[in-house]
């Protein structure tokens, strides 16, 4: 779970998220003060003292409004409870998460794009893949999200790239059934701006899964995927400065040892 340096947003590109927003480093600064003074009074929620940075980016995410923020950190705490095959036992060194891990893909790319947005790529590692278990997998991605959050990382939104590669007919099968779940989860649970969501290397039989997860998205974020025929078709969309040496880019180093290095 650990990772390999993100590189933050430069102080001219902090400023034009502020700007952007409506916001300035003195009214995010008490716009967080007043997450914390609201927190604090809900039995439900955990103590915010310490969580002033997933706070600050949440109130970013939710574009500058408090009651949105509010609403969004209720959500975010409230399903970490309620579906616990995605949020529970979170042992990053029991077997079952270790086991994803090995198989599973799920890293933000170091180098954010010019305008501030964040690039995860996710993929499966390897086709011959025994006992894969989709919620183990939906749980790492979600630690990932969550470390970056509460820790790690600063942007505007988010790109999204899926590889589908190694997704075989055995797996979609075994990920079907908690497809509907994991996107009510990912969208509900996260404030996450998505600006684009990219599948690459997508075989024909994927496709009922993909038409699956259309339907249950909002329409706005639905017509926001791209499927590309190919790596040169993707980087059309995505500088290759940002992406590794085995997707056509140029950042020096591929998606496995930005994995070996973190």
């Known amino acids: 779970m650990a990772t390999e340096t993100l590189m933050l947003p430069t102080p001219e590109q902090l400023k034009e998220i502020y ?21 604090r009074k809900q039995p439900h929620l955990p103590n915010p003292d310490g969580d002033e940075r997933r706070i600050r980016l949440f109130l970013i ?24 095959e995605f949020f529970g036992d979170r042992d990053p060194i029991s077997p079952p998460l270790l086991r994803s ?8 790319l170091p180098k954010l794009s010019s305008e501030g947005y964040r690039v995860s790529l996710s993929r499966i590692r390897t086709p011959e893949v025994d006992n894969f278990e989709f919620a183990d997998y939906v749980k790492v991605n979600f630690m990932s999200i969550d470390i970056r959050l509460s820790k790690l990382d600063m942007f505007k939104k988010e790109i999204f790239i899926f590889d589908l590669k190694d997704i075989t007919m055995s797996l979609l099968t075994s990920m079907l059934p908690h497809m509907k779940k994991f996107v009510y989860c990912a969208t509900t649970a996260y404030p996450l701006r998505i600006q684009e969501i990219h599948i690459v290397n997508m075989p024909s039989y994927a496709q009922t899964m993909v038409n699956m997860v259309l339907s ?23 500088s290759a400065d940002i992406l590794p040496l085995d997707y056509g880019g140029t950042f020096p180093k591929t998606s496995e040892e930005l994995i070996d290095s973190r």
């Open 101 to 108: 891990m090995k198989t599973s893909l799920f890293i933000p």
């Open 216 to 238: 249950v998205l909002k329409k706005k974020i639905a017509n926001r995927i791209k499927i590309h025929t190919s790596l040169e078709d993707l980087k059309k969309n995505i």
């Open 19 to 39: 700007q952007d927003l409506g916001m300035t480093e003195e009214k995010i600064d008490a716009d967080m003060q007043t997450i914390m003074g609201w927190m």
């Open 61 to 84: 995410l939710c574009k500058n409004s408090l009651e949105r923020t509010k609403e969004s950190l209720d959500q975010y705490y409230t399903l970490k409870s309620m579906v616990p």
